[in-house]
Structures are given as C-alpha cells and as structure tokens.
C-alpha cells in the first residue's frame, strides 16, 4: 500500500530569500557569543501543545528563539533547536529542525502522508534544510543530529522547560541556566530599528482593528453575546493583517470593565455602558501591539463616565510626559499615579480603612489595581525575566517601548464610592518608543481625549 505514495511527485522550488530580519538576528546572535565564550548555548523554540486529545494549539516559537533567528510566523517549524558551538574564535551556530517531509524511500519516508502532526499531507509544506538555511542565513541541520552534535562534554546552558528531549540531553546547571534566561530577556530591552519597524506594522493593525470594532458595535448590541462580537471582529482583523494575536482580546463591556483580565467575553453589550477593549494584534514576524480604549456603546459619556474617563486621561498625559531617555523607567508610573491620588482625595474619595493624612499612590490601590505601563516587544510584557536593575528599577533608554496604561475600577459592589460611579472601568493605553528626546506614539492613530473619542464615534458610524 505504501509504495503508491512514493514515486510521481513534481520537484517544487520555494525560491526564498533571505528574510530582510535575518542581519539583525546575525547581531543578536553575536551578542549572545560574546557573552557566554567558550561555552555551548542551547535555545529550543519549543514544540506543539494539545489542546485536547489529538488537536494541538497553533504552534507559537519562544520569543528568545524568534529574536535570534528573525523566523517568521507561518513557517516556524515545531521542535527546532538553535545551538552556539564554541569554537576558537566565537561560536558556530548551526539550526537543528525538521526537513521537508521526505518521499522517497528510508527512514520517515511515510511521514508526509502518515503523520497528522508534522506531515506535509495534514500540516502543509516546510521548507527543505537548504531553502530554511537560505531564508534565515544560519546554517542548519536535520533535528536526528542534534544528540552527536552536543555529545562533546563542555559547559553548556539551556534555555529550559521548552523542549523535553533537549532538557534531557543536558544535565541541569540551574544558576547558569537562569543566567542565560537573564542574559536573553535583557538582550531585547532596547529594539533595533527592524524591530521598531515591525512593531509599527503590529500597532498599525491593532489601530485597524479597533476601527473595525467600532463600525460594528451597533451589531453588537444586538446580541445576548454581544463582547463575543466584539472580540470576533477585533480577532479577524489580526488574522487578517498578521500571525493572530498578541494575547487573548479583553472585550469587557458594563461592570466586566473593572475586571482586567476580562476574557470570558460573554456578557452583553449594551448602550449607556463603557466597552473597555484591551487588545493587539501580533504580526507575522510575532511582534505585537497592545492598545486599550474605553468607548460609550451610545457614542457619548453619561456625565459619571466622562468624569472618570477625564481623570485618567489626564494621568495618562502626565505619564507619556514622562518618558525620555535617562529618565527611571517608574517615572511615568509615579506621575500618572500622582494625577489621580490628588483628583480622588479632592472627589473626597477614601478607600476602606485608609488613614494617610496627604494622597498617594499606594493610598488609592483598590480603585487602581496595578502598574500603569510594561515593555512592549515579542511579547506583550516583554523582557520579563530582566533584573530588576535593568528594568524597573532601570532608567529608559532610546530604542525602548511601552506601553502607558492607566487605569481606575470602581467595582461594582464597592460601597466606598458613589453609587453613581459603581461598575464603572476605565482604562486607556497606548504603544510608544522612547527616542533621542522623548518619546513617539505608535498607536496615535486613535483619540484618546473624551471629546476625540465620541467626535470618532460619530464619524465612523
């Protein structure tokens, strides 16, 4: 039965080039050589999830991977593993993968019509070793050589828990494991100029996106359902324009809009209420934006909203005032906090059992939850394993982005403010990079002011 499959197939060319990444990554990668000489470095992108039984998860590489190949989004393969061999001079990088499904006769030659996970019958074509060796500019080699490659006994460091056969090749050295970590989240602190590029296409999408939200939300309301609408048609725009998304879209419309991760999405969606949509799109080469607006479903604020939607507004300018290079990366936190502890101790406004005699930030936490801003990259809280001296308690630099969020929740069964303002959330974020004297609004292709927001309304529906 077999050998039907075997004889009678075109040769196929993909005619690839070098993807215009592929420099950058080059760079990166001679950082993390010049880091770590003489020793072996192993960076796995990881493999497939299941989601249940024999359905896996959209395959999503891991950002230290993707930032030192520049791969993209439709050809990441599973299971591939970048490895730094030392060498005299540096180190030799060689791609570990899988090849293009063979056909001939031998070993795994019954893969591209047998396997329903990495057949090229059930999953599509992956590009041959040299079309991959020629899109990345790295040299590459089949995933079945790995174990010979690093069977030399040298010090070597795994980026861990990515990959179950690498981390069982390789003894555990968990200090220089979490060095590497350190080392590779803070090697993407400041984006390059291909970076910053493709964080625009991201933003710019994710800016589409929500236009698209608003010329529906009419449809939405007629929905038992309607933050599903919402979601449905933010997530169509970033199929559309990229990879997917950057994170699960928060569509939380009503009293769900003081609940910030919101993704249940199956409330209703319903006029004289707040929509809050925190969402963004990730583009092919997994790079993501991440915007929050919050809009009156009857395109005006009730006067209750508009007062909170004012006063975060307000902080938020206070803290994109904020950013330039040399400043403290908590700086733009601290001055949007500072805006809206001084207008709620005006509004007379005392969380429960607080006794401090002047305002503070830390005074008003229950109606502000958490920080007001996070780094903005291949993830959408990127570079989280950093040092703390590198990032939070860092000073921002040119080549930096960020987000700028502030926020208030007013829950709804919160006895300690007006009835009035109950049930009220208000979150509004933007994407900016820092430059050589300030900083640029990526995501400025959306009002941000209340008087913009319901004027765009208007004009979109």
């Not at 050589?33 to 192993?42: A, K, L």
């Not at 970048?82 to 070993?107: C, D």
């Not at 400041?190 to 010329?215: H, M, P, Q």
């Not at 005699?357 to 394993?385: K, N, Q």
Request: one cysteine or more; glycine letters at 10%.
């Amino acid at each position: 039965m077999a050998d039907q499959f075997h004889g009678g197939w075109a040769k196929t060319n993909l005619n690839l080039s070098v993807l215009p990444g592929a420099a950058y990554a080059a760079k990166r990668r001679s950082a993390v050589s010049e880091r770590f000489p003489g020793e072996r470095i192993i960076v796995p992108s990881g493999g497939l999830k299941v989601r249940s039984n024999d359905f896996d998860y959209a395959f999503r590489p891991h950002s230290a991977f993707v930032h030192l190949t520049a791969e993209q989004g439709t050809q990441a393969v599973p299971d591939s593993v970048l490895v730094f061999e030392p060498t005299g001079s540096g180190h030799s990088v060689t791609l570990f993968t899988r090849q293009r499904s063979p056909r001939g006769i031998g070993p795994n030659s019954t893969e591209f019509y047998s396997d329903r996970r990495h057949g090229e019958f059930w999953i599509g074509r992956r590009r041959t070793l040299s079309e991959t060796a020629d899109t990345l500019g790295i040299e590459v080699a089949t995933r079945d050589e790995l174990e010979q490659a690093i069977s030399r006994s040298i010090p070597t460091r795994v980026l861990r828990g990515e990959d179950t056969y690498v981390d069982a090749l390789v003894p555990p050295t968990p200090q220089a494991d979490a060095e590497l970590v350190t080392f590779l989240s803070e090697l993407r602190l400041v984006k390059d100029e291909w970076e910053i590029g493709r964080l625009r296409e991201a933003v710019d999408c994710t800016v589409t996106g929500f236009t698209d939200v608003l010329s529906e939300l009419g449809d939405a309301t007629r929905h038992a359902r309607g933050e599903r609408w919402i979601e449905g048609t933010f997530n169509r725009r970033a199929r559309l324009g990229g990879y997917g998304l950057g994170f699960d879209t928060i569509a939380a419309a009503g009293s769900h809009s003081c609940i910030l991760h919101w993704m249940q999405n199956d409330g209703p969606v319903r006029d004289g209420d707040l929509l809050l949509l925190d969402a963004g799109a990730e583009a092919d080469s997994f790079y993501t934006g991440d915007v929050t607006r919050t809009l009156p479903v009857s395109g005006h604020f009730t006067e209750a909203q508009r007062r909170v939607y004012d006063l975060v507004f307000a902080a938020q300018s206070a803290g994109i005032a904020a950013l330039r290079p040399g400043a403290p990366f908590g700086a733009f936190h601290d001055a949007a906090m500072r805006v809206i502890a001084e207008e709620l101790d005006a509004w007379g406004l005392r969380p429960y059992g607080t006794t401090a005699s002047t305002p503070g930030p830390d005074l008003y936490r229950r109606y502000t939850l958490c920080g007001s801003g996070h780094m903005l990259g291949l993830d959408c809280h990127d570079c989280a394993g950093a040092r703390d001296e590198a990032y939070s308690a860092g000073v921002l630099r040119r080549g930096h982005v960020l987000t700028v969020e502030p926020g208030l929740y007013f829950q709804p069964d919160d006895l300690t403010v007006p009835a009035e303002l109950r049930g009220i959330g208000v979150r509004i974020e933007d994407d900016l990079v820092i430059t050589s004297s300030g900083a640029e609004c990526l995501s400025s292709g959306l009002p941000r002011s209340a008087d913009e927001v319901e004027a765009w309304m208007a004009s979109v529906r």
